[in-house]
Structures are given as structure tokens and as C-alpha cells.
């Protein structure tokens, strides 16, 4: 390959990614895949059976509907709500523990206060941050904020960059339910 064609086909390539990015495009986060790590700390937690309640999403800047990945727009697939999505992960985990039981008495809320994704030349970056809490026969046991930070290697090339950062949203989610099992107050509530 010559330094003429290696540069003209560099050159489509970033004239490609600059015109998806262009166009505004909307992307759909993947459905979340429960942590077989997550559920193993509900199932060694020994949790009497749960069930999922109301899940909100707070009205902040930093919480936005659809996440803005380099004027691409990323939505949730749970009725396109990313506070749907956590109460997904959640039922998911609890549902593979063997503990998520609709009738329970034991139930788990939350406010979802912060979402978003950051994706420059480099390094991309995500934040979390919500509220969960737990409530047994209508007495909260627990009301605490989770928040994570995470980060992966991105790329100029907003084709590159964008299904990146696409792919570590569940990723992201795995990681903030990981703090909320590994808290022993919220297992303790879970009992």
C-alpha cells in the first residue's frame, strides 16, 4: 500500500465517522446481562425474597434522558428510561440469586441522580450515582447514595469511540450494582 492510498483511506474513514456523527444519530444501549459475580454476592448474602419497586430518575443536567455520546444520542431500551434500566439490572441479579419475589415484603426503590457518559480523544469516562432504598412492611432500612466512575480506552475516530462507549454502559451498571451488594447495610436490610 502506497502512502497515497494509506492516507486517502484514513482520510474516508475519518469522513465517514465525522458524518455518522453528523447525522445525529440514536443508538439504543444493550440490554443488560446480569453479573454472574453480582449474583453470587446476593446468593453468599443469604437475602430473604425482594422485589423491585419504583425506580425514578431525578431532573438534573448530569441525568439526562438519552446520553449524548459525540452528537450520537444513546437511549435506554426499558421504555427508554435509563431509571428502567437500573430496576432491570436489579431484578435481573435478584431474579438469577433466586430471590426476586413479587409479593415480597421486602422491597427496593431508587432514584437514579446521575448518568452520563464522556467520550474525548483518548479516554472515555462514565458516571452513576443513585439512591437506593429498602423498605420492609413500609419502614425504610435502608436509604443510601451509590456512585461509580469508570473509564476505558476510547479513540479519536468517533467510529471507534462511540460503540465503545456504547458497549460499557451495562458494564458501568454491573459495577454500581457491585458497590450496592458490597455494602454490608443494604444486605443487612435484605434480611
Known sequence: MTIFS????????????????ACGCSLTAPRYTASLENVQKLKDAEIQPTKVGAFQAASAKDNP?????????????????????????????????????????????G????????????????????????????SVRYDQVKTIHDQWDSSFVGAVAIPRAQEEYPIMVQKLLAELYSDAAFTQALK
Open 111 to 138: 432514584v437514579l441522580q446521575k448518568n452520563d457518559i464522556n467520550i474525548p480523544i483518548s479516554t472515555g469516562t462514565g458516571d452513576i450515582s443513585a439512591r437506593f432504598i429498602v423498605t420492609r412492611g413500609g
Open 6 to 21: 494509506a492516507r486517502r483511506t484514513l482520510t474516508l474513514a475519518v469522513a465517514l465517522s465525522i458524518a455518522a456523527v
Open 65 to 109: 434522558t438519552t446520553v449524548s455520546l459525540r452528537g450520537a444520542s444513546l437511549a435506554s431500551p426499558y421504555d427508554n428510561s435509563y431509571a428502567e434500566y437500573l430496576a432491570e439490572a436489579l431484578k435481573q441479579e435478584l431474579s438469577l440469586a433466586g430471590k426476586l419475589t413479587p409479593d415480597a415484603q421486602i422491597e427496593v426503590s
